[in-house]
T-cell receptor, first 114, second 114 residues
Framework: GDSVTQTEGPVTLSEGTSLTVNCSYE??????LFWYVQYPGEGPQLLFK?????EKGSNRGFEATYNKEATSFHLQKASVQESDSAVYYC?????????????FGAGTQLIVIP | EAAVTQSPRNKVAVTGGKVTLSCNQT?????MYWYRQDTGHGLRLIHY???????EKGDIPDGYKASRPSQENFSLILELATPSQTSVYFC?????????????FGPGTRLTVL
């Protein structure tokens, strides 16, 4: 079945340093890929999605490229801020499915120290 | 503003008791979902629905029932709560035809079963 594996957390960084959260997936279909972010006390919210292979998604300084050959979708940010402290989820979505199923990774907690 | 709301936000229950978690969405989405969130497991799908009157089993349905009496409302029912059901529960809505399987999440309910 479909699965997503991502960097195990927590990841602790100082403000101004760069971030990479690795995400790899397994599927027999051609999925849409997502990054969700969850701030303390809130539900997950969409950071960005990429429906097509070899395209890049970005939002709030975060970006990721849909690499179909490597089955990867790594999240990057050049310079993190304390406000980026959150849990980040990589997910794949079933394209064309009436269910609209999302398969989530285990989540990566990011802690940014000022 | 379109939104997914959940009630209660926090709940303490006793073992063997009945618990009902409620979810309301104003997105006018056909699909709704219930997840539980546990450290190391990410978000796991319990039940989902394609519309009023429809409920389907997700990946971990044992010990849970669901009810979808209307387009807007979707409930998760624990008939005989157990301590292993202590978790944070999220409801989500989605319209796969229009949003590439993107889902919109509520703020969550923290359930503690003593």
């Amino acid at each position: 079945g479909d699965s997503v594996t991502q960097t195990e957390g927590p990841v602790t960084l100082s403000e101004g340093t760069s971030l990479t959260v690795n995400c790899s997936y397994e599927t027999k279909q051609y999925p849409t890929l997502f990054w969700y972010v969850q701030y303390p006390g809130e539900g997950p919210q969409l950071l960005f999605k990429v429906p097509k292979a070899n395209e890049k998604g970005s939002n709030r300084g975060f970006e990721a490229t849909y690499n179909k050959e490597a089955t990867s979708f790594h999240l990057q940010k050049a310079s993190v801020q304390e406000s980026d402290s959150a849990v980040y989820y990589c997910a794949l979505g079933e394209r064309g499915s009436a269910l609209g199923r999302l398969h989530f990774g285990a989540g990566t907690q990011l802690i940014v120290i000022p | 503003e379109a939104a997914v709301t959940q009630s209660p936000r926090n709940k303490v229950a006793v073992t063997g008791g009945k618990v009902t978690l409620s979810c309301n969405q104003t997105n006018n989405h056909n699909n709704m979902y219930w997840y539980r969130q546990d450290t190391g497991h990410g978000l796991r799908l319990i039940h989902y629905s394609y519309g009023a009157g429809s409920t389907e089993k997700g990946d971990i349905p044992d010990g849970y029932k669901a009810s979808r009496p209307s387009q807007e409302n979707f409930s998760l029912i624990l008939e005989l709560a157990t301590p292993s059901q202590t978790s944070v529960y999220f409801c989500a809505s989605g319209e796969p035809r229009h949003h590439y399987a993107e889902q919109f999440f509520g703020p969550g309910t923290r359930l503690t079963v003593l």
